[in-house]
């Protein structure tokens, strides 16, 4: 299946995710909420190397929507390649975008997925602009 990813969007991160036997359901291939889990574990370790760490006393992302597309199912034993993708900052927000693909099937979509992003204050609970650093990351 071809993924239609945005025309602008930038490749931010990848990594490989092992597939756990535990993450395995009753039908043998990986559970469908592993794949949010998986599209997390990204979403924190590009937010990590961008020194980006959550402060529930002050400022930063906040995810406000997540979806997963299902392509093909995984299974163990294996390697998942995570490709993580930005686009569209706004005002306060910024989209992500996660490919999925076993590590020895460069190519092969299995999984795509994506989510939206609000810049927060959190004591106040209200969305405030993206500060300069992170649209320049989420930007072309």
């Known amino acids: 299946m071809k993924l239609e990813l945005p025309e602008r969007k930038k490749l931010v991160y990848e990594m490989t ?21 998986y599209m997390e574990t990204i979403r924190i370790e590009w937010f990590r190397s961008i020194r980006c760490m959550v402060d529930p006393t002050g400022q930063g992302p906040l995810i406000v929507n997540a979806f997963c597309n299902f392509h093909r199912q995984f299974e163990y034993p294996g390697d998942v390649l995570a490709r993580m993708y930005v686009s569209d900052p706004g005002r306060t ?36 602009p993206l500060p300069d650093w992170m649209r320049a990351l989420a930007s072309d």
């Not at 910024?94 to 979509?109: D, K, N, Y």
């Open 17 to 37: 995710i092992p597939i756990r036997w535990g993450d395995m359901d009753a039908m043998g291939h990986l559970n469908n909420t592993l794949y949010f889990r």
């Open 93 to 128: 927000s910024f989209e992500s975008w996660c490919t999925m693909e076993r590590a020895e099937q460069p190519g092969v979509i299995h999984a795509s997925g994506g989510a939206t992003t609000v810049w927060v204050d959190f004591p106040n609970q209200k969305s405030v």
